[in-house]
């Protein structure tokens, strides 16, 4: 069973700056199956990346994605007000699939 | 326009059962694999379940083995959550989500809170 440790826990920036997370697994990751999911309060999950770095449809290339193997990382260039959010990687690579408990970017 | 719509959040004694239901449209049912996704208030999320497209497989966490039971009626594009001997950490927001290729989840229901109390 892979675990996804995720970090930060919490992220405090302002709007325009550069956020990086860290989402690394206990085990490789098959295909590089690897997504990013962006969460705000009362709302489900909205999808982000998948297979590690491709934009799900409509998302702003703003957020981009990349790694390999057991260590990945969400990107977001410039900060927007709207960005601010819990974000959770998730694999599905193999079964459980798994989440990282999440990364809060919060406003400095 | 794809949209999954869930049915009301419960409370339930411990050890009780509960059955969740997913209503899908929008899109071809049929032709994609189904999740359940939960959340216990303030957490993190935790993956439950997967169905196949045709329903003949199923996968659970260890944490539900046993207890829950995934389902669908591709006649009616619905997607279920058989939950028995539920416990008080079963208490959570259950989301229904629809996979988009190989199991990364590119829509979700708006979630139904099942707390589990006496």
């Known amino acids: 069973e892979i675990v996804l440790t995720q970090s930060p826990g919490t992220l405090s920036l302002s709007p325009g700056e550069r956020a990086t997370l860290s989402c690394r697994a206990s085990q490789s990751v098959a295909s590089s199956y690897l997504a990013w999911y962006q969460q705000k309060p009362g709302q489900a999950p909205r999808l982000l990346i998948y297979s590690t770095s491709t934009r799900a449809t409509g998302i702003p290339d703003r957020f981009s994605g990349s790694g390999s193997g057991t260590d990945f990382t969400l990107t977001i260039s410039r900060l927007e007000p709207e960005d601010f959010a819990v974000y959770y990687c998730?694999?599905?690579?193999?079964?459980?699939?798994?989440f990282g408990q999440g990364t809060k970017v919060e406003i400095k | 326009e794809v949209q999954l719509v869930q049915s009301g959040g419960v409370v339930v004694q411990p050890g009780g059962s509960l059955r969740l239901s997913c209503a899908a449209s929008?899109?071809?049912?049929?032709?994609?694999?189904m999740h359940w996704v939960r959340q216990p208030p303030g957490k993190g999320l935790e993956w439950v379940s997967l169905?196949?497209?045709?329903?003949?497989?199923?996968h659970y966490a260890d944490s539900v083995k046993g207890r829950f039971t995934i389902s669908r009626d591709n006649s009616k594009s619905s997607l279920f959550l058989q939950m028995n001997s539920l416990r008080t950490e079963d208490t959570a927001f259950y989301y229904c989500?629809?996979?988009?290729?190989?199991?990364?989840?590119?829509?979700w229901g708006q979630g139904t809170l099942v707390t589990v109390s006496s």
């Open positions: 929008g899109f071809t049912f049929n032709d994609y694999h």
């Open positions: 998730q694999q599905y690579g193999s079964l459980p699939q798994a």
């Open positions: 989500a629809k996979e988009l290729w190989s199991g990364e989840l590119d829509s």
């Open positions: 169905i196949s497209a045709d329903g003949g497989d199923t």
